[in-house]
């Protein structure tokens, strides 16, 4: 014990040092609150099957970020082993995506037709720019929002009877929630209770939750070839604690080697505050007073 303090307090000694005279826009720490090292990790991540970052989905330097970690990730990759894996686009519109991918569909058809984000231009489109001056494949995964949305209002029954070329926009149904899951716990206390015990309400949101989760592990998990990573752009929520996205990466594909990044604000720089701590493997700290895109 007295060794493994003595480990701790070099470490923060060494990042103490760091932030002589310094003002970095973010800090790197590993899952248990040791500062990481960008190289170390990027090496951990080329290894991974999945990599899923999640994101505050207006923190500018997040996204930022995912650029850099995209960029490296190919080159330590061999040709045609790196994959872009998008929260944002649905998958009724992957068709539209992997054109624009490709370069066969121009800015403004794209733009038009596959209902990006409010934020794509200044957060998203620089990511999309990269996968294709670079040949970088890159899938949709969400579930379209109207299965989400009836869902919501009625519960999972409510595809019990989907066409079958609805249900090829969807995770496998019919699906296994899982509402012991910390995320999901979350869930039901904020909407008043438990899950399971309240008919609608808590229980529909959580199961609306469950098939955007589901839906892009079965997409992340189906558009992997062998020897390639997908590094997977999400809401931090689908994936924080290892929950999430990765529950139903464990189902359908238990084998995968996945890691996983959170980006958390913080006052502070200097640690890892507790209640961020084994939140992902690695997790980004930015400030609270960075910049945000809306």
């Known amino acids: 014990m007295r060794f493994l303090r ?3 307090l070099f470490f923060l000694l060494i990042g103490l040092a760091s932030f002589v005279g310094d003002r970095p826009a973010y800090r790197l720490f590993t899952a248990a609150g040791q500062p990481a090292d960008y190289d170390h990790m990027m090496q951990e991540l080329a290894q991974a099957d999945v990599v899923l970052f999640g994101e505050q989905h207006n923190d500018a330097l997040a996204h930022w970020l995912e650029l850099q970690v995209a ?6 990759k061999k040709p045609g082993q790196l994959v872009i894996g998008m929260e944002m686009f649905e998958r009724d519109v992957q068709p539209l995506v992997a054109r624009y991918a490709a370069g066969t569909l121009a800015d403004t058809a794209f733009e038009r037709q596959a209902r990006p984000w409010p934020n794509y231009a200044t957060d998203y489109r620089p990511l999309l720019l990269f996968a294709r001056e670079n040949h970088v494949p890159v899938i949709g995964t969400n579930a379209p929002r109207p299965f989400a949305k009836v869902v919501a209002q009625r519960s999972l029954t409510a595809l019990d009877k989907l066409p ?4 090829t926009l969807l995770a496998p149904l019919p699906l296994k929630v899982d ?3 910390p995320g999901y716990k979350n869930m039901a206390a904020m909407f008043g209770g438990d899950g399971k015990a309240h008919g609608g309400g808590a229980q529909n949101i959580i199961q609306a939750q469950a098939l955007k989760d589901a839906t892009m592990a079965h997409f992340v998990q189906t558009s992997l070839a062998p020897g390639q990573t997908m590094l997977h752009l999400n809401g931090s929520y689908h ?3 290892h929950d999430g996205i990765v529950a139903f990466l464990r189902q359908y594909a238990p084998k995968l080697r996945v890691k996983t990044i959170s980006v958390v604000t913080q006052g ?3 640690t890892l505050e507790q209640e961020q701590v084994n939140v992902a493997d690695f997790v980004v700290v930015v400030p609270t007073d960075a910049s945000k895109t809306y």
């Open 164 to 167: 079958a070329t609805d249900r």
């Open 268 to 270: 502070q720089l200097l």
């Open 6 to 8: 003595l480990v701790s």
């Open 179 to 181: 509402y012991d899951l």
């Open 239 to 241: 994936s924080d604690h």
């Open 71 to 76: 960029k490296d990730l190919q080159k330590l």
